[in-house]
T-cell receptor, first 115, second 112 residues
Framework: EAGVAQSPRYKIIEKRQSVAFWCNPI?????LYWYQQILGQGPKLLIQ????????DSQLPKDRFSAERLKGVDSTLKIQPAKLEDSAVYLC?????????????FGPGTRLTVL | QKEVEQNSGPLSVPEGAIASLNCTYS??????FFWYRQYSGKSPELIMS????GDKEDGRFTAQLNKASQYVSLLIRDSQPSDSATYLC????????????FGEGTQLTVNP
């Protein structure tokens, strides 16, 4: 079974630029999560999708971050404009359904550096 | 008070020793508790889950839960250099979908 795929793996941008990350969850997984992990901290949920609907985006900085999950499969997370404090690893995870929190599988992450 | 707090570390133990990692949580209604291991530059992977008071053993790993004290721990017996990683305590927050709330992690180094 293929795992969660993310791209790019690394991205370096200057502040005020925009950036987008892509995630392809495990086939058949209805629930998709985007987490932000700042160096030295645990992951923090940004947004959770159930199929193509948003379940929880309470911690998403909506003035600059946006995410979509068209057709309930792939997802993109965008930052526009980026700030220095957005430097972090962005992790995508998926699970079969929201109740299966113990089967959230994480992708390799995208490491973003904002200069 | 943070939702999930871990002893910040870093923690260093000699090979073969017992490593003890601790986590406290604020939400009394929490029912599920998870320990993730994260190697440097890698994504978190689930290594233990515990749902009821007491101990749960899996190989060299033992998770301990005390709901009255709102405390969960992870013991690693016969620690190996390959256990060197950051260990993250995580608790689902059912108020918001199935969000996992993570502690800040404890960095463990096992010295040969």
């Amino acid at each position: 079974e293929a795992g969660v795929a993310q791209s790019p793996r690394y991205k370096i941008i200057e502040k005020r630029q925009s950036v987008a990350f892509w995630c392809n969850p495990i086939s058949g997984h209805a629930t998709l999560y985007w987490y932000q992990q700042i160096l030295g901290q645990g992951p923090k949920l940004l947004i959770q999708f159930q199929n193509n609907g948003v379940v929880d985006d309470s911690q998403l900085p909506k003035d600059r971050f946006s995410a979509e999950r068209l057709k309930g499969v792939d997802s993109t997370l965008k930052i526009q404009p980026a700030k220095l404090e957005d430097s972090a690893v962005y992790l995508c995870a998926s699970s079969l359904d929201p109740g299966e929190v113990d089967t959230q599988y994480f992708g390799p992450g995208t490491r973003l550096t904002v200069l | 008070q943070k939702e999930v707090e871990q002893n910040s570390g870093p923690l260093s133990v000699p090979e073969g020793a017992i490593a003890s990692l601790n986590c406290t949580y604020s939400d009394r209604v929490s029912q599920s508790f998870f320990w993730y291991r994260q190697y440097s530059g890698k994504s978190p992977e689930l290594i233990m889950s515990i749902y009821s008071n007491g101990d749960k053993e899996d190989g060299r790993f033992t998770a301990q839960l005390n709901k009255a004290s709102q405390y969960v721990s992870l013991l690693i017996r016969d620690s190996q250099p390959s256990d060197s990683a950051t260990y993250l305590c995580a608790i689902p927050n059912w108020q918001f979908g199935s969000r996992l709330t993570f502690g800040e992690g404890t960095q463990l180094t096992v010295n040969p």
